[in-house]
C-alpha cells in the first residue's frame, strides 16, 4: 500500500460513490426504452444474465487491479506487472476514456442544469408542445448558455475534488446519491397513481414474447450485452481508482454485486417514472435527449403539480449526472497524481482549464460550429466523441483488463482472483477461469464489431 493513500471514510460511501458513477444518463433515456421495446420483463431477464456474465466480472477486474496497485489504472499496470512495458502503456487508456467522456458528457449534464432552473422557474409550465420542442432547440443553438452551462459542471466537478476524497467527493456524492433515490421513489410514487398508469406499466414489465419475437431476439440479446456493457462504463479504469481507496474488509465479488444491483434498481425505477406518465397522458415514450427535453415536460405540463414534479425529475437527472461527472473527474485527477505526481490542487486547476477548452467543441457543435460534421450528414462532435469512446476505447480497454488479469503474460489468473476474494462476502468462483480468459475476450470483441456495424451498416 502506497504511503499517504486516501482511503474512503465508509463502505457505505464506496458502494454510493461507484455507483454514482455508474448510475448516469443511459439509466433513464435508453434502458427503459429498449426494455419496452423488447418484451417487458423478458428483456430484463436478459438483461440481469448479461450483467453478470459481462458487466459483472469487468468490474470486479477494475476494482482488483486497483486495489492491489493502490493506484490509479495509469499506474497500476507498471506496479502489478513492473517488467511488462506493453502493458505499462495501456494505462493511458484511462486518462484519454474519462476525457473524452467528459467532453461532451459535460454539455449534456449542463443541459440538465438548464433545464432544472427553468422548471423550478417555471419557463416551461404553460407551453404547448410545439413550443416545448422550441425551447430546447433554443437552447442547442446558444452559444452562451451551452457554454456557460459548460463551465458551471466543469467548475463544480474540479472543486468537488479538490477538495480531496474525504472531505469533498465522498461526501458530496453520497448526499447526492441518497438525494437521486428519494427523489426518485416519489416520482414513481406519483406516476404509478395517473389514471391510466396500469397500460404503461403493463407494457414496460409484463412478459411479452410476441414483441420479444417482432423485433428480433438476437437484437433483443445484442441490446441486452451492449445496455449491460456500457452502464457500468467499464474498459477506462473509471472504477479502478474506488478499488484503490478500499481496504480489504470485504471481496470485491460481493461489492460488485451491490453496486449493479443498485445500477439496475435505479435503471428500472426510471421505467416506472417515464411509461405510467407516458401512457397516462398518451405520449409515446421514445429514447435519447428527446425523451427527457421535450417528452417529458410536455408530460409534466399535463399533471397536476406538473412543475413541481418537473422541478424534482430535472433535479433527480442533475444528480445523475453530475455524480457521474465528478466520479470521472476524480479518475482524471487521481492519474496526474499517480502518474505524474502532481498535487491535487495542481491537478484540478490543469486539468479543469484543458477539459473546458476541449469541451467546447462538442458545447459549440450545435450552433456556431453546426456546419462541422464529422461523421457524415447530421451529425455533430458530440456524435464523434461518443463513437471514439462508446465503439473504440471502452471495448479495447475492457480487453485489456480481461486479458491482464486473466493470463499469465500479464498480472495474471491467480492473482487477480487472490484478490477479488480477499475479505469476507461473496466470492468469484475459480472454475469461472475458463469462461473469462477466452469467451469474455470474444464477446467484448463481438460488441466491438457489432458496434461497427449497427454504426455504419
Known amino acids: ?60 477486474m477494475e476494482f482488483a487491479v486497483g486495489r492491489a496497485a493502490q493506484r490509479n489504472m495509469g499506474a497500476a499496470f507498471q506496479v502489478l506487472s513492473p517488467r511488462g512495458e506493453r502493458w505499462h502503456r495501456c494505462g493511458l487508456i484511462s486518462l484519454v476514456g474519462s476525457y473524452l467522456l467528459m467532453m461532451f458528457y459535460t454539455t449534456v449534464c449542463g443541459w440538465m442544469l438548464y433545464y432544472s432552473w427553468a422548471t423550478m422557474s417555471g419557463q416551461l409550465s404553460g407551453l404547448k408542445p410545439e413550443e416545448v420542442g422550441a425551447f430546447f432547440g433554443g437552447l442547442l443553438a446558444s452559444p ?135 401512457f397516462a397522458f398518451g405520449v409515446k415514450a421514445d429514447a435519447g435527449p428527446g425523451l427527457v427535453f421535450v417528452t417529458l415536460p410536455n408530460v409534466f405540463n399535463s399533471m397536476g403539480g406538473g412543475r413541481f414534479w418537473g422541478s424534482l425529475f430535472f433535479l433527480f437527472m442533475s444528480f445523475a449526472a453530475l455524480s457521474t461527472v465528478i466520479a470521472v473527474v476524480e479518475n482524471i485527477v487521481s ?5 505524474w505526481q502532481w498535487r491535487r490542487g495542481k491537478a484540478c486547476l490543469v486539468n479543469g482549464l484543458a477539459l473546458f477548452l476541449l469541451s467546447l467543441p462538442c458545447a459549440l457543435g450545435f450552433n456556431v460550429w453546426s456546419g462541422v460534421e464529422p461523421l457524415g450528414k447530421g451529425t455533430c462532435f458530440l456524435d464523434l466523441w461518443d463513437f471514439l469512446l462508446s465503439y473504440n476505447m471502452l471495448p479495447f480497454g475492457a480487453l485489456v483488463f480481461s486479458l491482464f488479469c486473466c493470463h499469465r503474460f500479464g498480472w495474471g489468473w491467480e492473482n487477480f482472483l487472490k484478490e477479488a476474494n480477499a475479505g469476507s462476502g461473496a466470492g468469484l468462483p475459480s472454475w469461472l477461469k475458463p469462461y473469462m480468459q ?19 451498416f
Open 144 to 278: 452562451s448558455a451551452n457554454v456557460g452551462c459548460l463551465a458551471l459542471t466543469v467548475l463544480i466537478g474540479f472543486s468537488v475534488c479538490a477538495l480531496g476524497l474525504r472531505r469533498g467527493v465522498e461526501p458530496v456524492v453520497k448526499w447526492m446519491m441518497a438525494g437521486l433515490l428519494l427523489i426518485m421513489l416519489a416520482l414513481v410514487g406519483r406516476a404509478v397513481t395517473l389514471p391510466g398508469a396500469g397500460e404503461g406499466l403493463a407494457f414496460y414489465l409484463m412478459p411479452d414474447m410476441e414483441r420479444l419475437a417482432g423485433n428480433g431476439v438476437w437484437a433483443a440479446l445484442n441490446a441486452a450485452m451492449g445496455q449491460a456493457f456500457f452502464t457500468l462504463g467499464l474498459g477506462v479504469g473509471s472504477m479502478t481508482i474506488f478499488g484503490s481507496y478500499i481496504g480489504r474488509e470485504r471481496s470485491l465479488t460481493g461489492e460488485a454485486l451491490h453496486i449493479m444491483g443498485l445500477d439496475t434498481f435505479v435503471a428500472l425505477m426510471a421505467g416506472l417514472i417515464i411509461f405510467p406518465a407516458c
Open 335 to 339: 492519474y496526474s497524481m499517480d502518474v
Open 438 to 456: 477466452y469467451v469474455l475476450p470474444l464477446i467484448v470483441l463481438l460488441l466491438f464489431v457489432q458496434g461497427y456495424i449497427s454504426k455504419f
Open 1 to 60: 500500500m502506497s504511503v499517504g493513500r486516501e482511503r474512503m471514510g465508509s463502505r457505505l460511501g464506496f458502494l454510493l460513490l461507484s455507483a454514482g458513477c455508474a448510475i448516469g444518463l443511459g439509466n433513464v433515456w435508453r434502458f427503459p426504452y429498449i426494455t419496452g421495446e423488447y418484451g417487458g420483463a423478458l428483456f430484463v431477464c436478459m438483461y440481469a444474465a448479461c450483467l453478470l456474465l459481462l458487466g459483472g466480472p469487468l468490474l470486479i
